[in-house]
């Protein structure tokens, strides 16, 4: 299985996503902001997906997923949203994410996810 960088502002969702992953035998580590995901791949940590709240405090999804592609364009990266828009999803997908998916995620959700991405 692969390996998955969780970042989500939310203690209680980074939790819940965590189990959701590990459950199906994939390396789970989380992060609180979209700078700290950053600095990580930054630092040369390699993940086989990122799965990132599009509303954080100290830097949105959308910045961060900016900032991640520059750094690799081929990083998997799904953003996870309690409020989806239409022009959200498209900005995400401009920017090289794999979807934008409501949160919070469950079961059939996941499989949903899991099938965009080869991990």
């Known amino acids: 299985m692969g390996k998955v960088l969780?970042?989500?502002?939310?203690?209680?969702t980074l939790q819940r996503h965590k189990k959701m992953f590990e459950a199906l035998g994939h390396e789970v580590e989380?992060?609180?902001?979209?700078?700290?995901?950053?600095?990580?791949?930054?630092a040369g940590e390699?993940?086989?997906?990122?799965?990132?709240?599009?509303?954080?405090?100290d830097q949105d999804g959308i910045t961060a997923l900016k900032?991640?592609?520059?750094?690799?364009?081929?990083q998997k990266v799904i953003i996870v949203s309690a409020d989806i828009q239409q022009s959200r999803r498209d900005e995400v997908m401009a920017n090289g994410g794999i979807d934008l998916v409501n949160k919070p995620l469950?079961?059939?959700k996941l499989k949903a996810v899991m099938a965009k991405v080869s991990i």
């Open 30 to 42: 989380t992060v609180s902001s979209g700078k700290t995901a950053y600095d990580k791949l930054k």
């Open 67 to 74: 900032n991640i592609k520059s750094l690799d364009p081929d």
């Open 6 to 12: 969780i970042c989500d502002d939310s203690a209680f």
């Open 106 to 108: 469950d079961e059939e």
């Open 46 to 57: 390699k993940f086989d997906l990122l799965v990132m709240d599009l509303l954080m405090p």
